[in-house]
């Protein structure tokens, strides 16, 4: 052997024991590891990377540390002890007694003993195996054609939760800054990363950067959370033609509408367009100059705006009305010229000359000949909802509407403004989400994974609603029929399975309803976000924007910690691009409460912070006094928390009620 050939083995890599084996046999002893140590180990090369990121042996491990899996197995505890497989000899002697039995009638006997026999070896019990596999398939909330990382999926569903607060924008006030309230919220995407729209009380529009495009770089990534843009003050004003005009534009403060809604805000990605409702004033925004680019003007205050997708109108709900409002007709002459014709609420062959007799006027008169708007017999519209088709398209050609009325209102697009269907609640409903496959009711918990695989490839939508019913939450869920479907006897998308979550959804209004991966995800008035399967009452998780991440909670009861602050999550919007391909389970959720903006993600500690966007340098004494003070209130804020703990175990032992 030549010193080339020596030199050439020894630089030849060996492969490990470990690696030389079959990828099945190191999966099965990789199985034995914690979870942690598997994560360990998937970074060692890229063989143990692949095994260890194996799709369905997270799927498996997902289904085994699921509460669904635990509520299973408790049913099966408390209905029926466990059956202890047979004996062999006892089966011989049971089969034994059956074939004595048939001897006595006057057939053949070992016609009827081979008969028994097939039957017994034909309808053998059920293993365990066989029954987790039908388990399995019952519970897996994803459909064929789904694409779900279920690596990302189990983290989601047991890692840590942090959240980042976005910078809160301010503005100098004298010597003080004063911090202004978020009114809305708000994603765009696209090629450079994702960005937080929203408005601001003094009239302006933000732009914070999310970062996490393909085309994003390292410096977008690192500015994440921090405003990137932000309008003049007043931007968004409202002129209702009223002679006081001067007096609304000197205060700018008083120009944004707070309605309490929050749907309020659209930003279209595709033409980077954000829709903005003040008071009766529809703003169409560009995202790029931060100017507005037309005006709409409505008969009534606007309490709800769809979501915005090129080429598909907008559809505007006022406190009366609906209204469809198609970005390819906006034109600014319409703010200024009361005689201008361009309206959405007109037909399209609208004389040319002359004031059409088709505007505004016939709904303030109740002359709704030839109309293009949609009368709202109850007051109050909450939530508009364009249901997605699963493809490229964003949506069908459906809407609906949900609000302070006891039914959900259906609207075809090509047939507006006709109604098409109602579906009765009986709540206050006001957030909408939808799924683009079949709802699944909890009665079929048991079928096989041929029978699952059937339900879940017919074709269907899911509809899912929250709100409030009687004080408390409800959480609504409604499979649609497709259009196509006439064997029901119903038109099309008519529900044809239903389930309301009125018991245990939550013990107040749930604000928001959003899908994040594979769960379904709610806020409720109490601060806590839940996530859920999408059967809609399997509890995943749980957390409280108002827990603390530094520190565990301290007592023995869990509310202390998280009622400290008191925000509430009133929207929760899912960072994804909401793209056809794209992976089923999202990273991050971006958070409202009404002042400011957060970003939760699955990781040990929060992305971003105060100290990341603070322009002065802090003195040595600035830092310890600062840091001092911080410790001082943690301290203080865990030792009341104790001593309340404390109260109210010393008051449900019957002791010390009469000195409290």
Same mark, same amino acid.
């Given at each position: 052997?030549?010193?080339?050939?020596?030199?050439?083995?020894?630089?030849?890599?060996?492969?490990?024991?470990?690696?030389?084996?079959?990828?099945?046999?190191?999966?099965?002893?990789?199985?034995?590891?914690?979870?942690?140590?598997?994560?360990?180990?998937?970074?060692?090369?890229?063989?143990?990377?692949?095994?260890?990121?194996?799709?369905?042996?997270?799927?498996?491990?997902?289904?085994?540390?699921?509460?669904?899996?635990?509520?299973?197995?408790?049913?099966?505890?408390?209905?029926?002890?466990?059956?202890?497989?047979?004996?062999?000899?006892?089966?011989?002697?049971?089969?034994?007694?059956?074939?004595?039995?048939?001897?006595?009638?006057?057939?053949?006997?070992?016609?009827?003993?081979?008969?028994?026999?097939?039957?017994?070896?034909?309808?053998?019990?059920?293993?365990?195996?066989?029954?987790?596999?039908?388990?399995?398939?019952?519970?897996?909330?994803?459909?064929?054609?789904?694409?779900?990382?279920?690596?990302?999926? /189990?983290?989601?569903?047991?890692?840590?939760?942090?959240?980042?607060?976005?910078?809160?924008?301010?503005?100098?006030?004298?010597?003080?800054?004063?911090?202004?309230?978020?009114?809305?919220?708000?994603?765009?995407?696209?090629?450079?990363?994702?960005?937080?729209?929203?408005? #601001?009380?003094?009239?302006?529009?933000?732009?914070?950067?999310?970062?996490?495009?393909?085309?994003?770089?390292?410096?977008?990534?690192?500015?994440?959370?921090?405003?990137?843009?932000?309008?003049?003050?007043?931007?968004?004003?409202?002129?209702?033609?009223s002679d006081n005009d001067e007096l609304y534009y000197s205060h700018p403060k008083s120009k944004t509408a707070n309605t309490g809604v929050?749907?309020?805000?659209?930003?279209?990605?595709?033409?980077?367009?954000?829709?903005?409702?003040?008071?009766?004033?529809?703003?169409?925004?560009?995202?790029?100059?931060?100017?507005?680019?037309?005006?709409?003007?409505?008969?009534?205050?606007?309490?709800?705006?769809?979501?915005?997708?090129?080429?598909?109108? #907008?559809?505007?709900?006022?406190?009366?009305?609906?209204?469809?409002?198609?970005?390819?007709?906006?034109?600014?002459?319409?703010?200024?010229?009361?005689?201008?014709?361009?309206?959405?609420?007109?037909?399209?062959?609208?004389?040319?000359?002359?004031?059409?007799?088709?505007?505004?006027?016939?709904?303030?008169?109740?002359?709704?000949?030839?109309?293009?708007?949609?009368?709202?017999?109850?007051?109050?519209?909450?939530?508009?909802?364009?249901?997605?088709?699963?493809?490229?398209?964003?949506?069908?050609?459906?809407?609906?509407?949900?609000?302070?009325?006891?039914? #959900?209102?259906? /609207?075809?697009?090509?047939?507006?403004?006709?109604?098409?269907?109602?579906?009765?609640?009986?709540?206050?409903?006001?957030?909408?989400?939808?799924?683009? /496959?079949?709802?699944?009711?909890?009665?079929?918990?048991? #079928?096989?994974?041929?029978?699952?695989?059937?339900?879940?490839?017919?074709?269907?939508?899911?509809?899912?609603?929250?709100?409030?019913?009687?004080?408390?939450?409800?959480?609504?869920? /409604?499979?649609?029929?497709?259009?196509?479907?006439?064997?029901?006897?119903?038109?099309?998308?008519?529900?044809?399975?239903?389930?309301?979550?009125? $018991?245990?959804?939550?013990?107040?209004?749930?604000?928001? $309803?959003?899908?994040?991966?594979?769960?379904?995800?709610?806020?409720?008035?109490?601060?806590?976000?839940?996530?859920?399967?999408?059967?809609?009452?399997?509890?995943?998780?749980?957390?409280?924007?108002?827990?603390? +991440?530094?520190?565990?909670?301290?007592?023995?009861?869990?509310?202390?910690?998280?009622?400290?602050?008191?925000?509430?999550?009133?929207?929760?919007?899912?960072?994804?691009?909401?793209?056809?391909?794209?992976?089923?389970?999202?990273?991050?959720?971006?958070?409202?409460?009404? +002042?400011?903006?957060?970003?939760?993600?699955?990781?040990?500690?929060?992305?971003?912070?105060?100290?990341?966007?603070?322009?002065?340098?802090?003195?040595?004494?600035?830092?310890?006094?600062?840091?001092?003070?911080?410790?001082?209130?943690?301290?203080?804020?865990?030792?009341?928390?104790?001593?309340?703990?404390? $109260?109210?175990?010393?008051?449900?032992?019957?002791?010390?009620?009469?000195?409290?």
């Amino acid at each position: 052997m030549t010193r080339k050939q020596m030199l050439e083995l020894e630089l030849t890599p060996v492969p490990s024991p470990m690696e030389s084996l079959p990828a099945e046999v190191v999966l099965h002893i990789v199985a034995f590891l914690e979870v942690h140590d598997i994560v360990r180990l998937s970074q060692v090369s890229k063989p143990f990377y692949l095994i260890c990121r194996d799709n369905e042996w997270w799927r498996n491990l997902s289904f085994e540390t699921s509460p669904w899996e635990s509520d299973r197995r408790s049913r099966q505890t408390l209905v029926r002890a466990p059956i202890p497989v047979p004996d062999p000899r006892v089966r011989e002697i049971q089969r034994r007694v059956a074939a004595l039995a048939s001897s006595k009638s006057t057939q053949n006997t070992a016609t009827d003993r081979a008969k028994g026999e097939r039957e017994h070896s034909a309808s053998p019990e059920p293993s365990v195996e066989s029954q987790r596999i039908r388990a399995l398939a019952n519970w897996d909330p994803s459909y064929p054609n789904e694409k779900v990382d279920w690596y990302g999926e /189990y983290i989601a569903r047991h890692g840590p939760i942090s959240t980042s607060w976005l910078q809160q924008p301010t503005v100098r006030e004298g010597n003080m800054d004063e911090t202004h309230e978020i009114r809305g919220v708000a994603l765009h995407h696209d090629s450079n990363g994702s960005r937080v729209v929203a408005p #601001l009380d003094d009239g302006s529009v933000c732009l914070w950067e999310l970062g996490h495009g393909t085309n994003s770089n390292r410096t977008s990534d690192r500015r994440k959370g921090a405003i990137i843009g932000r309008s003049k003050a007043g931007l968004l004003s409202f002129n209702d033609g009223s002679d006081n005009d001067e007096l609304y534009y000197s205060h700018p403060k008083s120009k944004t509408a707070n309605t309490g809604v929050v749907e309020c805000l659209s930003v279209d990605s595709v033409r980077n367009k954000a829709y903005f409702a003040v008071h009766k004033g529809l703003h169409e925004v560009d995202l790029n100059t931060l100017q507005i680019s037309h005006h709409e003007k409505y008969p009534f205050m606007i309490s709800a705006l769809s979501e915005a997708t090129y080429p598909t109108p #907008l559809t505007v709900g006022s406190t009366h009305s609906l209204h469809l409002h198609d970005p390819r007709r906006s034109t600014n002459a319409c703010w200024s010229d009361p005689n201008c014709t361009d309206r959405v609420d007109n037909v399209a062959n609208f004389p040319a000359s002359g004031r059409p007799k088709n505007d505004f006027y016939r709904l303030l008169s109740g002359d709704q000949s030839s109309s293009q708007f949609a009368p709202l017999f109850h007051p109050g519209p909450l939530a508009i909802h364009h249901v997605s088709s699963g493809t490229s398209d964003a949506s069908s050609g459906e809407i609906y509407v949900a609000g302070r009325f006891p039914s #959900l209102l259906i /609207y075809d697009r090509r047939n507006f403004p006709k109604l098409r269907n109602t579906i009765h609640s009986g709540a206050r409903l006001c957030s909408l989400t939808s799924v683009p /496959y079949p709802f699944r009711s909890l009665d079929d918990r048991n #079928l096989t994974p041929q029978a699952v695989h059937q339900a879940k490839s017919t074709p269907g939508k899911t509809l899912i609603a929250c709100g409030e019913y009687n004080g408390k939450g409800s959480l609504e869920i /409604y499979g649609l029929s497709p259009e196509d479907n006439s064997t029901l006897g119903v038109p099309g998308n008519a529900q044809s399975l239903s389930y309301k979550n009125r $018991v245990s959804a939550s013990r107040s209004k749930l604000l928001s $309803v959003a899908t994040h991966g594979t769960r379904l995800v709610v806020s409720d008035g109490d601060g806590s976000i839940r996530w859920m399967e999408r059967d809609g009452c399997t509890l995943v998780r749980r957390w409280n924007i108002n827990q603390y +991440e530094g520190f565990e909670k301290i007592g023995i009861f869990r509310s202390s910690a998280a009622e400290a602050h008191g925000d509430v999550a009133r929207k929760l919007v899912p960072v994804n691009r909401g793209e056809a391909d794209a992976q089923a389970n999202s990273d991050a959720l971006l958070v409202w409460t009404g +002042e400011r903006v957060g970003l939760l993600a699955f990781k040990n500690r929060p992305q971003f912070g105060l100290e990341d966007w603070e322009q002065k340098m802090e003195t040595a004494e600035e830092k310890i006094k600062r840091r001092e003070e911080r410790i001082y209130g943690e301290t203080m804020r865990r030792a009341l928390e104790k001593q309340a703990n404390e $109260v109210r175990f010393v008051r449900g032992l019957g002791a010390g009620i009469r000195g409290l």
